[in-house]
């Protein structure tokens, strides 16, 4: 009996008896445990104060830096993920100022690009640009609150006010139920945008492929993105005579122009005098841009109505093109450059300074000639949304001019017409170009990144975040100034 308690002291690791010399390493092991886990809870104790810092700095910034921090928090992560050796296929190189370029473009929703999306991105890499692409139409915040509120949880009063600031809406009543409708309708559109290009590339891919190339191109087409993984920069040129791939399209791109709150004013309302003002003004501008660019193009190039009407539906900042956009003449540059410009409608994935913003000040004009009050639909447009048209003009103007001055520094060998082709697609978000994107150097991809990032925000938000200050009370007294 003494032998056998001695030999069950000896083998401690086959039952619960322990010897002296086990227990004591036992009491080491324990030891080092504690020390591991106190150097753990040391570096949590370092992190966690910088980090609530950080939450607390970014919980005190206004709505609109808030906003502009989430862009550029996306625009980082999405060029670390495309930087990843599962996005990049094999043999393709992807340097570190390419997968910004991609994922500015496409959380900007533009669409220009500096390497072949099809040729470099695996299909990882491919359904990252994807979401980049959903993440930047939808809006950082939108999408934010769509995930808490799949969550369960309810949306507090700082989460609507950024709703209100992102989507550029006058109250911030009813916000979640606009986030619940607009989700919703971006999924509906783009499955029926996803079904209805799978028939046309189903005839010249296997259907799996085609698949993932329906569905990349409806979130693309939809949310105003030019990307395309059809590879060879060849972007739809291919199906320049498909009808309907070519109608598909363009639906995709009116609706995602027009804006969710038109789109939903039509769906309630479904009578044009029953809409908004501003419903009015959209549809009427969109109609007007959409007949005047479609004529100036076949006027002006040796392609087919249907090549017209797609390149005007196109330039109003979606960025597809069915023909090469390098071979258009000067005029038919010039139109497609005062297209991009003005852009898409307020609320939309388009860019621009909107359509909404040209019809105010056209108007503007008018009332001024014939002195009268700026007005429309037998409604009086605000003098303060006059005011923020022209405010929104002049930046837009500036951003552009400085941006093709700098551009033709950095570039002198292109002319001076495809810098400002350029220049004007990245800041409309477009995504049309002469050709000249990836053969850019890194200081003018740093210059089209930063435009791109400008003209997703709005340059108005972008000078507000350092510029704005509250009203004073104080006022100077007023004097008149001579003009024109």
């Given at each position: 009996m003494q032998k056998e308690k001695t030999d069950m002291e000896e083998e401690p690791d086959t039952g619960q008896i322990t010897t002296k010399e086990g227990s004591s390493r036992g009491k080491i092991n324990s030891k080092e445990g504690h020390n591991l886990h106190d150097g753990h809870n040391g570096r949590l104790c370092f992190f966690m104060p910088f980090f609530r810092k950080s939450l607390n700095y970014i919980k005190g910034q206004p709505p609109g830096r808030i906003i502009a921090m989430g862009f550029a928090f996306v625009i980082l992560t999405g060029a670390l993920l495309l930087m990843l050796p599962c996005s990049v296929r094999e043999g393709a190189q992807v340097t570190f100022i390419?997968?910004?370029?991609?994922?500015?473009?496409?959380?900007?929703?533009?669409?220009?690009?500096?390497?072949?999306?099809?040729e470099h991105f695996t299909v990882f890499g491919r359904t990252v640009v994807a979401l980049l692409i959903q993440i930047g139409g939808l809006g950082v915040t939108s999408v934010g609150v769509g995930f808490i509120l799949v969550a369960g949880k309810r949306i507090g009063l700082k989460g609507r006010t950024l709703v209100r600031e992102a989507m550029n809406v006058n109250t911030s009543?009813?916000?979640?139920?606009?986030?619940?409708?607009?989700?919703?309708?971006?999924?509906c559109f783009e499955g029926a945008g996803a079904v209805l290009s799978f028939l046309v590339f189903v005839r010249d891919y296997p259907p799996l492929e085609a698949l993932g190339i329906s569905l990349f191109h409806s979130v693309a087409a939809f949310n105003n993105s030019g990307f395309d993984i059809l590879g060879g920069l060849r972007?739809?040129?291919?199906?320049?005579?498909?009808?309907?791939?070519?109608?598909?399209?363009?639906?995709?791109?009116?609706?995602?122009?027009?804006?969710?709150?038109?789109?939903?004013?039509?769906?309630?309302?479904r009578s044009f005098r029953k809409l908004t003002l501003h419903s009015k003004i959209v549809i009427t501008m969109s109609l007007i841009l959409l007949a005047v660019g479609t004529l100036s193009l076949k006027a002006t190039e040796d392609i087919t109505w249907l090549g017209a009407f797609f390149q005007s539906v196109s330039a109003r900042t979606a960025g597809f093109s069915t023909y090469p956009i390098g071979s258009f003449t000067d005029d038919g540059l010039f139109i497609l450059i005062l297209l991009m410009f003005v852009g898409a409608s307020p609320g939309s994935t388009g860019g621009?300074?909107?359509?909404?913003?040209?019809?105010?000040?056209?108007?503007?004009?008018?009332?001024?000639?014939?002195?009268?009050?700026a007005g429309a639909f037998k409604r009086k447009i605000?003098?303060?949304?006059?005011?923020?048209?022209?405010?929104?003009?002049?930046?837009?103007?500036?951003?552009?001019?400085?941006?093709?001055?700098?551009?033709?520094?950095?570039?002198?060998?292109?002319?001076?017409?495809?810098?400002?082709?350029?220049?004007?697609?990245?800041?409309?978000?477009?995504g049309l170009s002469t050709g000249i994107t990836p053969d850019l150097g890194i200081p003018g991809k740093l210059v089209i990144i930063l435009i791109m990032f400008i003209g997703?925000?709005?340059?108005?938000?972008?000078?507000?975040?350092?510029?704005?200050?509250?009203?004073?009370?104080?006022?100077?007294?007023?004097?008149?100034?001579?003009?024109?």
């Open positions: 390419d997968a910004l370029f991609t994922s500015t473009s496409a959380v900007c929703v533009t669409g220009l690009i500096a390497i072949d999306t099809a009543k009813g916000m979640v139920r606009l986030v619940k409708n607009i989700l919703l309708m971006t999924l972007n739809l040129i291919p199906y320049q005579s498909n009808v309907l791939l070519n109608l598909t399209t363009s639906g995709l791109i009116i609706f995602g122009g027009l804006g969710f709150l038109v789109i939903l004013d039509i769906l309630r309302n621009g300074i909107k359509t909404s913003t040209l019809f105010v000040m056209i108007q503007a004009a008018r009332g001024a000639a014939a002195n009268q009050y605000p003098e303060v949304v006059i005011s923020k048209a022209f405010i929104i003009t002049f930046l837009s103007c500036t951003v552009v001019c400085m941006g093709t001055f700098v551009m033709c520094l950095l570039e002198p060998h292109y002319s001076f017409l495809q810098l400002l082709f350029e220049v004007t697609s990245a800041f409309g978000t477009v997703r925000l709005g340059p108005l938000t972008i000078a507000s975040l350092w510029a704005f200050k509250t009203t004073a009370n104080a006022r100077f007294t007023e004097e008149s100034v001579t003009i024109g």
